[in-house]
């Protein structure tokens, strides 16, 4: 019976606990995604920030940034101060250090279901991996401030308060987790000027390191945009569509360019996404409307096929935000989305759709005629990608047809790949075993090849090792001359190595290669 380790047995001391402060700090990756900055940290802080202006309380957010140090002051409607639970934590300090506590789970209450924040993590990842977190609310005339230091809980003041409603959230990462505690200015800016787009009205005032920006947006998606196609040429009018239904917002703008790639930006919630029923739908209802309108203009015929959805989409620019509730998403970072109510989505683009199209037939028409051109090219790429695999196909079938021994090598690199030919099986089995089979071919040879020097061209043609060769190589026998000859493309080996007996048979693999 084999003797286990002692000190590899899995036994009752094996199994460990750990509470969330310990998972998290344990495992940072898994809230925080990528840890190379902490710049994920800010994005959750803010993400709140952005749910308090949406839920309609609030205009501005402040943001500044002193080397690794970031406070992010809302000015929401802030937490109720000194408010006791059960387990005897204030609302404020289980908000910010108690998993999977929120005030977005409820469909029915100030959010509505709808804000990005739906996990009721983000604030607490970012108190369990820094340093030190202070956050303040003003609410009711009061304040209420709590520390925490090393994600645990130090202290708290209280008193009263007689300035604007809010939340201010301090922090310092810590470099336990981040392999860099300061945040990607860069991304920060560009967030901070889509969350702009997204939320007319909101005022967001950025302090970096003493450099003051100010992020305000007059018109939108539109001023997105703009950004966007500036430099481009456009071809048609935008769509726009601003639909608000129950809990369900649509707002897109969409509009085509004489480019040939297609970009959608997809956000929901105002959270950028890049997977989900969301996109799928928005491209099967694009597609299904401008075929159906290309058809009742009579440029497809009946006979003809319907454009594919690429075909369609070259040149468009899309971006839109999708607000819903209940959104589900596959991680904390939320950007693919697992499940989601589609049908106001579409029905609201559709709509719009439609209209546009019957709006603007002039331009529709040169989308028509870019989609044609597309079909055409991809169709052409497609027949000469079909030649090429057919010609690689007959090249292994040419071979094989002759002998299927052939060990070949994977490697389409010419120069790089070798054969082997071996004077019988016995003598590539050991080969075919050691060989590099990325760019290593071997063939064996059956018995003492054919005297080339004393054969005639009919007898070397009759002689199917030294055709399987010939073949094999990527040689041919011209019908003119009647001469070996070859076209370079067609090689398929840089080198030939012989591998015989050194005897009278060797003397004529060498009168064969001359």
């Given at each position: 019976?084999?003797?286990?380790?002692?000190?590899?047995?899995?036994?009752?001391?094996?199994?460990?606990?750990?509470?969330?402060?310990?998972?998290?700090?344990?495992?940072?990756?898994?809230?925080?995604?990528?840890?190379?900055?902490?710049?994920?940290?800010?994005?959750?802080?803010?993400s709140n920030a952005v749910d308090e202006f949406?839920?309609?309380?609030?205009?501005?957010?402040?943001?500044?940034?002193?080397?690794?140090?970031?406070?992010?002051?809302?000015?929401?409607?802030?937490?109720?101060?000194?408010?006791?639970?059960?387990?005897?934590?204030?609302?404020?300090?289980?908000?910010?250090s108690v998993l999977n506590t929120s005030g977005?789970?409820?469909?029915?209450?100030?959010?509505?279901?709808?804000?990005?924040?739906?996990?009721?993590?983000?604030?607490?990842?970012?108190?369990?991996?820094?340093?030190?977190?202070?956050?303040?609310?003003?609410?009711?005339?009061?304040?209420?401030?709590?520390?925490?230091?090393?994600?645990?809980?130090?202290?708290?003041?209280?008193?009263?308060?007689?300035?604007?409603?809010?939340?201010?959230?301090?922090?310092?990462?810590?470099?336990?987790?981040?392999?860099?505690?300061?945040?990607?200015?860069?991304?920060?800016?560009?967030?901070?000027?889509?969350?702009?787009?997204?939320?007319?009205?909101?005022?967001?005032?950025?302090?970096?390191?003493?450099?003051?920006?100010?992020?305000?947006?007059?018109?939108?998606?539109?001023?997105?945009?703009?950004?966007?196609?500036?430099?481009?040429?456009?071809?048609?009018?935008?769509?726009?569509?601003?639909?608000?239904?129950?809990?369900?917002?649509?707002?897109?703008?969409?509009?085509?360019?004489?480019?040939?790639?297609?970009?959608?930006?997809?956000?929901?919630?105002?959270?950028?996404?890049?997977?989900?029923?969301?996109?799928?739908?928005?491209?099967?209802?694009?597609?299904?409307?401008?075929?159906?309108?290309?058809?009742?203009?009579?440029?497809?015929?009946?006979?003809?096929?319907?454009?594919?959805?690429?075909?369609?989409?070259?040149?468009?620019?899309?971006?839109?935000?999708?607000?819903?509730?209940?959104?589900?998403?596959?991680?904390?970072?939320?950007?693919?989305?697992?499940?989601?109510?589609?049908?106001?989505?579409?029905?609201?683009?559709?709509?719009?759709?439609?209209?546009?199209?019957?709006?603007?037939?002039?331009?529709?028409?040169?989308?028509?005629?870019?989609?044609?051109?597309?079909?055409?090219?991809?169709?052409?790429?497609?027949?000469?990608?079909?030649?090429?695999?057919?010609?690689?196909?007959?090249?292994?079938?040419?071979?094989?047809?002759?002998?299927?021994?052939?060990?070949?090598?994977?490697?389409?690199?010419?120069?790089?790949?070798?054969?082997?030919?071996?004077?019988?099986?016995?003598?590539?089995?050991?080969?075919?075993?050691?060989?590099?089979?990325?760019?290593?071919?071997?063939?064996?040879?059956?018995?003492?090849?054919?005297?080339?020097?004393?054969?005639?061209?009919?007898?070397?043609?009759?002689?199917?090792?030294?055709?399987?060769?010939?073949?094999?190589?990527?040689?041919?026998?011209?019908?003119?001359?009647?001469?070996?000859?070859?076209?370079?493309?067609?090689?398929?080996?840089?080198?030939?190595?012989?591998?015989?007996?050194?005897?009278?048979?060797?003397?004529?693999?060498?009168?064969?290669?001359?």
């Amino acid at each position: 019976m084999r003797q286990e380790r002692q000190d590899n047995l899995y036994n009752e001391n094996s199994l460990i606990s750990l509470n969330p402060l310990e998972f998290t700090r344990l495992r940072p990756q898994v809230y925080a995604g990528d840890c190379t900055y902490s710049t994920q940290l800010l994005v959750e802080i803010f993400s709140n920030a952005v749910d308090e202006f949406n839920a309609g309380h609030g205009t501005q957010i402040d943001v500044n940034i002193v080397k690794d140090v970031v406070t992010v002051h809302d000015y929401g409607q802030g937490f109720i101060p000194n408010s006791i639970r059960e387990d005897g934590k204030t609302v404020l300090e289980a908000a910010f250090s108690v998993l999977n506590t929120s005030g977005k789970y409820r469909e029915d209450g100030s959010y509505e279901g709808t804000s990005l924040g739906s996990f009721g993590i983000g604030s607490k990842i970012t108190t369990f991996l820094s340093h030190w977190l202070t956050v303040e609310t003003h609410r009711d005339n009061e304040y209420e401030k709590i520390t925490f230091n090393e994600g645990v809980f130090k202290d708290r003041a209280t008193g009263h308060w007689t300035g604007e409603s809010g939340t201010v959230v301090t922090w310092q990462p810590s470099e336990d987790f981040f392999a860099n505690t300061e945040v990607e200015i860069n991304k920060i800016q560009t967030l901070f000027k889509t969350i702009s787009c997204l939320c007319p009205g909101l005022t967001i005032n950025l302090d970096n390191n003493g450099k003051k920006e100010v992020y305000q947006s007059q018109h939108g998606l539109n001023d997105l945009v703009d950004d966007a196609v500036k430099d481009k040429e456009i071809i048609t009018n935008r769509l726009n569509v601003d639909f608000s239904q129950d809990k369900f917002k649509l707002n897109l703008v969409m509009t085509y360019t004489s480019n040939y790639s297609s970009t959608i930006i997809p956000y929901v919630n105002t959270g950028l996404t890049d997977t989900g029923a969301h996109i799928t739908q928005l491209k099967t209802s694009l597609t299904r409307e401008m075929n159906k309108f290309f058809r009742d203009k009579k440029w497809l015929k009946e006979k003809d096929e319907n454009l594919t959805g690429d075909s369609i989409q070259e040149g468009m620019y899309v971006v839109f935000n999708y607000t819903a509730p209940s959104v589900s998403y596959d991680a904390q970072v939320k950007s693919r989305v697992t499940a989601i109510d589609t049908k106001p989505e579409t029905s609201a683009f559709t709509t719009a759709l439609q209209s546009w199209l019957l709006s603007n037939e002039k331009e529709i028409k040169v989308i028509f005629d870019k989609a044609i051109a597309a079909k055409k090219a991809s169709e052409a790429a497609k027949k000469a990608r079909e030649l090429a695999r057919e010609k690689e196909k007959k090249k292994k079938e040419k071979v094989l047809k002759f002998d299927s021994k052939l060990a070949d090598c994977y490697s389409k690199d010419r120069m790089k790949c070798e054969i082997y030919v071996t004077e019988g099986d016995s003598a590539s089995g050991n080969l075919k075993t050691a060989r590099n089979n990325e760019f290593q071919a071997v063939m064996p040879v059956r018995g003492k090849i054919l005297n080339c020097q004393k054969a005639t061209l009919t007898q070397i043609q009759k002689n199917a090792e030294i055709m399987t060769m010939i073949d094999a190589f990527g040689l041919k026998i011209d019908p003119k001359t009647m001469k070996v000859t070859y076209d370079k493309e067609d090689l398929r080996y840089g080198k030939i190595i012989i591998m015989s007996d050194a005897d009278v048979s060797n003397t004529a693999y060498e009168r064969l290669f001359a």
